[in-house]
């Protein structure tokens, strides 16, 4: 089965967010399980510069607004996985975030873009490439959310359907809305911008399009595939969810254990396993002394690796620091985006400076730090998918606290009685979007974390768990089966 990943982020070429962890692990788990899984990427100039062997497969004439159009197939140096890569200097050659300029606003040309990237999928499947060409396009996020739309005109024009499509969701809230305008630019069929196709509310959606044109949809865990159905997390499409709730799974992502391993993880100070947790502590010293904070073996260390978003809930650890800090806690933050959020966390920072540091940027190997040093990792989210950080802090040992919502529910067993005598406990779990639920479940967490034994179990239950590539890459290969052409 060929199968082409369609998708602006990978790990760890260029990355914003966990859509980069999943596709640098996603394709190479379905080659491991027998499939022949490519990726396809726009030009940024991270991929121009990091995708390795980059050659020529097609020169294209000017379109989408791009006066220069190439064709490039190169591999991953990490994986070996092959890539193509669009070579449109005019749309892509742009440093820095991939979606805005240096101002934080959209690029103006986004629906090109991103249009070109739908379209040159469908390409791949109709032949472009002479040596290979796609049974299946798994398109990721808005940005991919045009590739089943074109494919669909193609199997409009050809009288056939020319290859299946796959579109996972990661992320509703982010959906690729443009003025109705820019449709005549995008080289679709006049029909699809219709209530059953592209239009939304007098807008065109890439999401939409992604969501009703694709053969199967998937999202990122169970839950969040059922939240999403209902009006609260719907985020307008949950009608349109609804109505194809049949074609629509939710797979829980997985850990790229190449990436993170404590015990082979190269960021941090010290490894160590299930069996000997040594090194979990000389990694705790290490973070404390790199953060600044008073190095103190009995502090229970609480951590933060995320976007400063509205999604992540980071109000709560604003607003619930004075109960971690008067438990003796301490807190170690990493993260950029709100403006107001960074401020208010410096700020925290600076009025204590023995027990709260605070990182305001992007750092990939300070986040390992914080993951392998910290005692618990905060992840107190409105709405999450799926989440990767807690599955990293269970991996590590360090215990996820989160809000009982999309895969944190999926995937993080609160340290209730009853769960702790029946061994299957491995966080802290707490359910209403309120100060005082947090709160409670910080001071659950520091009263645990002084009885050391029962810590230590718990720590072994959670680094136990498996939260594996392979697992997931057989349920998309069963999906994909479902819907390759005969
Ligand atoms: P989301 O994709 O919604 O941001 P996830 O938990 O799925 O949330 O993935 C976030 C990914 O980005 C993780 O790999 C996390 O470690 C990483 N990350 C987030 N913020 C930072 C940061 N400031 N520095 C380094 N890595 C970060
Ligand atoms: C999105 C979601 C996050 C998920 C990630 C990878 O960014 O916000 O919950 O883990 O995608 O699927």
Request: aromatic share 10%.
């Amino acid at each position: 089965m060929r199968v082409l990943h369609v998708c602006s982020e990978i790990y760890p070429l260029l990355k914003t967010g966990g859509l980069a962890d999943v596709a640098g692990a996603l394709p190479p788990a379905l080659v491991r399980a027998g499939c022949d899984a490519r990726l396809l990427v726009p030009g940024f100039p991270a991929m121009m510069n990091g995708v390795a062997n980059l050659h020529l497969i097609a020169e294209l004439p000017p379109r989408f607004g791009a006066s220069a159009l190439r064709l490039l197939a190169g591999t991953l140096a990490d994986s070996g996985l092959p890539a193509y890569v669009i070579d449109a200097p005019g749309l892509y050659d742009r440093p820095g975030n991939p979606y805005y300029g240096p101002d934080n606003h959209d690029y103006s040309d986004n629906h090109r873009r991103f249009g070109l990237l739908g379209w040159m999928a469908a390409e791949l499947a109709l032949g472009r490439d002479p040596s290979w060409n796609a049974d299946i396009i798994h398109g990721h996020d808005w940005h991919a959310g045009l590739a089943p739309a074109y494919l669909k005109a193609a199997e409009m024009r050809n009288g056939r359907k020319v290859a299946g499509s796959v579109f996972t969701v990661h992320n509703l809230a982010y959906q690729g809305v443009f003025p109705s305008h820019v449709f005549g630019e995008l080289e679709l069929p006049w029909e699809f911008f219709n209530m059953y196709g592209v239009e939304f509310y007098g807008n065109l959606s890439f999401l939409k399009a992604g969501l009703f044109y694709s053969d199967k949809i998937t999202t990122v865990s169970p839950t969040y595939a059922r939240e999403i159905q209902e009006p609260e997390q719907g985020c307008g499409l949950d009608g349109l969810l609804r109505g194809r709730a049949h074609d629509l799974r939710g797979i829980l992502n997985g850990v790229d254990l190449d990436v993170w391993n404590p015990a082979a993880d190269p960021d941090i100070a010290s490894h160590y396993d299930r069996e000997s947790l040594e090194g979990k502590r000389a990694c705790k010293r290490a973070l404390q002394q790199e953060a600044g904070l008073a190095v103190q073996e009995n502090a229970p260390l609480f951590g933060v690796v995320s976007r400063l978003t509205d999604q992540k809930g980071l109000n709560l650890v604003q607003a619930g620091l004075r109960g971690i800090l008067s438990r003796g806690g301490q807190l170690v933050l990493l993260g950029s985006g709100d403006p107001a959020l960074e401020a208010a966390f410096r700020e925290a920072a600076a009025a204590h400076p023995s027990s709260v540091s605070v990182h305001i940027g992007y750092d990939e190997k300070k986040s390992h730090r914080i993951i392998a040093g910290s005692d618990v990792i905060l992840v107190p989210s409105r709405f999450e998918p799926c989440g990767l950080t807690q599955l990293y802090g269970l991996r590590y040992g360090t215990l996820p606290l989160v809000r009982r919502v999309g895969g944190l529910a999926d995937s993080v067993v609160d340290c209730t009685a009853e769960n702790m005598a029946q061994g299957k406990a491995t966080g802290f779990v707490f359910d209403r979007f309120e100060n005082e639920a947090f709160v409670a479940a910080v001071h659950r967490a520091c009263a645990l974390y002084a009885r050391r034994d029962e810590w230590l179990r718990i720590q072994q239950c959670a680094m136990a768990q498996q939260f594996s590539w392979d697992l997931a890459a057989g349920q998309m290969q069963e999906l994909y089966r479902q819907v390759a052409p005969r």
